[in-house]
Nanobody
Framework: QVQLVESGGGLVQAGGSLRLSCAASGSIFGINAMGWYRQAPGKQRVLVATITRGSSTNYADSVKGRFTISRDNAKNTVYLQMNSLKPEDTAVYYC??????????????WGQGTQVTVSS
């Protein structure tokens, strides 16, 4: 089992920044990638960014140049730095553990979610 705990969400004005954290614990040795998803009200959960064990990253087009995913292997923690936030970034953000092999395959390990609200 893998446990994921997110933190760092909140309310911010458009143009502002937030940093999300995701601390992983449990049976994490088989995980070779982590991802951040988000789900806006009434919409499907979508992949925002991924990072491999070797720190290769990928981003959704909607966040490229504004969001940065990173990891601290010593702390088993993944971060999502979000800059130049827009109202359309408002969503619940979820951390996920998975596998990357040309594309990201999410495993059924999710955090509890953290709310990000961007006011205009």
């Amino acid at each position: 089992q893998v446990q994921l705990v997110e933190s760092g969400g909140g309310l911010v004005q458009a143009g502002g920044s937030l940093r999300l954290s995701c601390a992983a614990s449990g049976s994490i040795f088989g995980i070779n990638a982590m991802g951040w998803y988000r789900q806006a009200p009434g919409k499907q959960r979508v992949l925002v960014a991924t990072i491999t064990r070797g720190s290769s990253t990928n981003y959704a087009d909607s966040v490229k140049g504004r969001f940065t995913i990173s990891r601290d292997n010593a702390k088993n923690t993944v971060y999502l730095q979000m800059n130049s936030l827009k109202p359309e970034d408002t969503a619940v953000y979820y951390c996920n553990a998975g596998h990357y092999s040309g594309t990201y395959y999410p495993w059924d390990y999710w955090g509890q979610g953290t709310q990000v609200t961007v006011s205009s």
